[in-house]
């Protein structure tokens, strides 16, 4: 489960995270779907996960991508 409280779009953020580390994620990625907002009807709330589990994550998926992008850009 990733989650930070900020509205993410997975274009956005593949190119945030490869820019971070120096990188054209145009240059890495292939996009293969369709391009478009997903829609107001697209939301996501933190609150049922941690009445059922009784917490939240704590790390959001910039911090875990980076870290996957730095592990990637270590074994190159």
Not at 2 to 27: I, K, N, P, V
Not at 39 to 48: C, T
Request: aromatic share 6%; hydrophobic share 45%.
């Amino acid at each position: 489960m990733l989650a930070s409280g900020t509205t993410w779009h997975g274009r956005g953020a593949a190119r945030y995270l490869f820019a971070m580390h120096g990188l054209d994620a145009d240059r890495h990625l292939a996009e293969t779907l369709p391009s478009g907002d997903p829609g107001p009807e697209f939301r996501v709330s933190l609150d049922r996960l941690e009445q059922a589990i009784g917490r939240k994550p704590q790390k959001d998926i910039s911090w875990i991508a980076g870290e996957m992008i730095a592990a990637m850009s270590v074994a190159a």
